[in-house]
């Protein structure tokens, strides 16, 4: 089993959708959990962090179950320019290496 | 702003030859780390570096070695470049909590 996981994808869909992303994560241990958005044959960029309570950065909302070893990705109102790859990744303990999941890539159609 | 630079966008090597990708970091972080991206299979992790002079392999080091003899410098060595080698190459620093990593632009080896 891969340490992080994620819908494979492709998601289509029209300009306004709501789309949801789910990954799942298998080290319990992990400590911290984010969401990059990676272009075409570009680099990966932050998105948002995760945090236990759920946060949201306006049309983005993100939340994280540490039991079930969850974490979501909500898009309200896609907008052409959210087509992208979104990478789930999690972190360890002090000063470990970051594992990404294998992204889901979405495209926003007209 | 962080900022993170890899020292080629693109980069053309033969077969056989010894070949240094080079990543430097402005913002004084500990935890530097390689990556490769390939179609299909994701980020995977060649080495990453804690501190000066420190290294841990990842999960593909085979073929790679690496030199971190200054804090803000990264480098990633190909011993003998081969054609399974070429990909997008991602050079990656971080702090040690629990902050994100900020990445470099890619360098994408070509190996002929």
């Known amino acids: 089993r891969k340490e992080v996981e994620q819908d494979p994808g492709p998601f289509n869909v029209p300009e306004g959708a709501t789309v949801a992303f789910n990954c799942t994560y298998s080290?319990?241990?992990?400590?911290?959990f984010f969401w990059y958005r990676q272009d075409c044959r570009k680099e990966p960029k932050l998105l948002m962090s995760v945090y236990s309570s759920g946060n949201e950065d306006g049309r983005f909302t993100a939340q994280l179950n540490r039991a079930s070893q969850y974490i979501s990705l909500l898009i309200r109102d896609s907008k052409l320019s959210d087509s992208a790859t979104y990478l789930c990744v999690v972190r360890g303990a002090y000063g470990q290496n970051f594992v990404f999941g294998p992204g889901t890539r979405l495209s926003v159609l007209p | 702003d962080v900022k993170v630079t890899q020292s080629s966008r693109y980069l053309v090597k033969r077969t056989g030859e010894k070949v240094f990708l080079e990543c430097v970091q402005d913002m004084d972080h500990e935890n530097m780390f390689w990556y490769r991206q390939d179609p299909g299979l994701g980020l995977r992790l060649i080495y990453f570096s804690y501190d000066v002079k420190m290294k841990e392999k990842g999960d593909i080091p085979e073929g790679y070695s690496v030199s971190r003899e200054k804090k803000e410098r990264f480098s990633l060595i190909l011993e003998s470049a081969s054609t399974n080698q070429t990909s997008m190459y991602l050079c990656?620093?971080?702090?040690?909590?629990?902050?994100?990593?900020?990445f470099g632009q890619g360098t994408r080896l070509t190996v002929v």
């Open positions: 990656a620093s971080s702090p040690v909590f629990n902050t994100e990593a900020f």
């Open positions: 080290n319990s241990a992990s400590q911290s």
